[in-house]
């Protein structure tokens, strides 16, 4: 086993950590994730000190909060023209103190991922994420990975940047796999289970999801995410970015990762060792858990989240997974096999067409339809081409333009 890489993700290499509470900044601070990480900040303000925090531009007023209560030094917005709107919340904030340094643009986040701190927290939405993420592995930082899409689209620059043990990742289900794995070393490990919820329509069969709406799609029955998240929890594509990211992170071929439909969401993953020995880490569904995995490993944060009362009865129910019904991890495996811009092309295709079905302009089932042809227009690339921004860039812009004229042309058939 000497012979192959290092995991981005090794629970067995650990970063000393400096003296005192540890300098955090959080990217999409205002998202799901970043307001949980500050909730755990301001909690343990011995452990850790936020000084710098970004988001995309929609929430001014809860962004300037968020500097006051933290007292960061710095605060970035991706949306130039909210500039004006964030400095003005900013100064009803502060008053007569001095407001903390705006940045703004495209590359604003990305300044903030390389300043000067312990932990970069990417919890940023989309692959917008990845020049955030490579920034952050350029500076030395510890970088605790929420944002999976920029793992996906550009998995080989990520890779090349990247220490052994330098990416801390905290999707829930991989947080879990990351403190399994420490059980034991790489060769004793057979393979990684990652468990799904299976959504709202778990159960269905494809006929079933023909007439599914919007609403339908949004009530999922575990967590509480983004739009397009939970979307991409009912097509399963979210299950899908994570066989992909478990293999990029943990060096394991894709024919031993496994999913796993768990209804409860209490099993977030489990890995089988080669002894027959099956590790798996359970807590009640609750991000804040994986969250003080990323920003304070290898120590544990007290009570960072609720653990299980074992004085009540419950039951634990394992399914296998619908390929039929939901074969987003098929395709997923198969654009991920394939490497080089194929997983940005699915991503991005993905993306556009569930915008298009949140907009009412795209039936449920034409998500992974769409997906599909897009995927398979875009063929397999050239063996040995390496991978630069610039080609994710491109493949990105291509599948989002061929995935909208397609949804369109999908939308009009679904019509007639």
Same mark, same amino acid.
């Given at each position: 086993?000497?012979?192959?890489?290092?995991?981005?993700?090794?629970?067995?290499?650990?970063?000393?950590?400096?003296?005192?509470?540890?300098? #955090?900044? #959080?990217?999409?601070?205002?998202?799901?994730?970043?307001?949980?990480?500050?909730?755990?900040?301001?909690?343990?303000?011995?452990? $850790?000190?936020?000084?710098?925090?970004?988001?995309?531009?929609?929430? &001014?007023?809860?962004?300037?909060? @968020?500097?006051?209560?933290?007292?960061?030094?710095?605060? /970035?917005? !991706?949306?130039?023209?909210?500039?004006?709107?964030?400095?003005?919340?900013?100064?009803?904030?502060?008053?007569?103190?001095? /407001?903390?340094?705006?940045?703004?643009?495209?590359?604003?986040?990305?300044?903030?991922?390389?300043?000067?701190?312990?932990?970069?927290?990417?919890?940023?939405?989309?692959?917008?994420?990845? /020049?955030?993420?490579?920034?952050?592995?350029? !500076?030395?930082?510890?970088?605790?990975?929420?944002?999976?899409?920029?793992?996906?689209?550009?998995?080989?620059?990520?890779?090349?940047?990247?220490?052994?043990? @330098?990416? #801390?990742?905290?999707?829930?289900?991989?947080?879990?796999? $990351? @403190?399994?794995?420490?059980?034991?070393?790489? !060769?004793?490990?057979?393979?990684?289970?990652?468990?799904?919820?299976?959504?709202?329509?778990?159960?269905?069969?494809?006929?079933?999801? /023909?007439?599914?709406?919007?609403?339908?799609?949004?009530?999922?029955?575990?967590?509480?995410?983004?739009?397009?998240?939970?979307?991409?929890?009912?097509?399963? &594509?979210?299950?899908?970015?994570?066989?992909?990211?478990?293999?990029?992170? %943990?060096?394991?071929?894709?024919?031993?990762?496994?999913?796993?439909?768990?209804?409860?969401? %209490?099993?977030?993953?489990?890995?089988?060792?080669?002894?027959?020995?099956?590790?798996?880490?359970?807590?009640?569904?609750?991000?804040?858990?994986?969250?003080?995995?990323?920003?304070?490993?290898?120590?544990?944060?007290?009570?960072?989240?609720?653990?299980?009362?074992?004085?009540?009865?419950?039951?634990?129910?394992?399914?296998?997974?619908?390929?039929?019904?939901?074969?987003?991890?098929?395709?997923?495996?198969?654009?991920?096999?394939?490497?080089?811009?194929?997983?940005?092309?699915?991503?991005?295709?993905?993306?556009?067409?569930?915008?298009?079905?949140l907009a009412g302009r795209l039936p449920f089932t034409a998500i992974m339809d769409t997906v599909s042809a897009v995927v398979d227009e875009h063929g397999t690339p050239e063996p040995g081409t390496s991978l630069t921004v610039?080609?994710?860039?491109?493949?990105?812009?291509?599948?989002?333009?061929?995935?909208?004229?397609?949804?369109?042309?999908?939308?009009?058939?679904?019509?007639?």
């Amino acid at each position: 086993m000497s012979d192959r890489p290092a995991p981005l993700a090794d629970p067995h290499v650990v970063f000393d950590p400096a003296a005192g509470p540890r300098d #955090i900044v #959080i990217l999409g601070s205002t998202g799901s994730i970043g307001t949980q990480a500050i909730d755990l900040a301001l909690r343990n303000p011995d452990r $850790f000190r936020v000084t710098a925090l970004s988001a995309a531009g929609g929430r &001014v007023g809860l962004l300037a909060e @968020q500097a006051r209560l933290l007292r960061v030094e710095k605060v /970035a917005i !991706a949306r130039e023209d909210a500039a004006p709107a964030l400095k003005e919340a900013l100064s009803a904030q502060y008053g007569t103190e001095p /407001a903390p340094e705006v940045l703004a643009g495209p590359d604003a986040a990305s300044e903030l991922a390389a300043s000067a701190c312990h932990t970069v927290l990417n919890g940023i939405t989309g692959s917008i994420g990845l /020049a955030p993420t490579l920034a952050a592995l350029r !500076a030395g930082r510890t970088l605790a990975l929420a944002n999976k899409e920029s793992l996906i689209v550009g998995g080989p620059l990520v890779k090349a940047l990247a220490r052994p043990g @330098q990416i #801390i990742p905290v999707d829930s289900e991989h947080a879990a796999l $990351f @403190q399994a794995l420490a059980a034991g070393t790489r !060769a004793d490990v057979r393979k990684l289970v990652v468990t799904a919820s299976g959504g709202p329509f778990r159960g269905r069969t494809r006929a079933e999801l /023909a007439g599914v709406t919007v609403k339908d799609a949004l009530a999922h029955p575990t967590w509480a995410m983004g739009p397009v998240i939970t979307v991409n929890s009912a097509t399963l &594509v979210n299950k899908g970015l994570e066989v992909i990211e478990a293999h990029l992170l %943990y060096d394991i071929p894709f024919d031993r990762i496994e999913v796993v439909v768990h209804p409860q969401s %209490y099993v977030h993953s489990m890995v089988e060792f080669t002894d027959g020995s099956t590790l798996a880490q359970a807590t009640p569904p609750d991000m804040r858990g994986p969250i003080a995995i990323g920003l304070g490993w290898p120590q544990r944060i007290p009570d960072a989240a609720p653990a299980f009362d074992w004085t009540k009865a419950s039951t634990w129910e394992f399914f296998p997974l619908d390929t039929e019904a939901f074969p987003a991890v098929g395709l997923a495996r198969h654009v991920g096999t394939l490497g080089g811009t194929a997983p940005a092309v699915f991503n991005a295709a993905n993306e556009e067409c569930v915008e298009a079905f949140l907009a009412g302009r795209l039936p449920f089932t034409a998500i992974m339809d769409t997906v599909s042809a897009v995927v398979d227009e875009h063929g397999t690339p050239e063996p040995g081409t390496s991978l630069t921004v610039q080609d994710v860039l491109e493949a990105e812009a291509w599948a989002r333009a061929r995935a909208r004229e397609m949804a369109a042309r999908a939308a009009v058939e679904a019509r007639a």
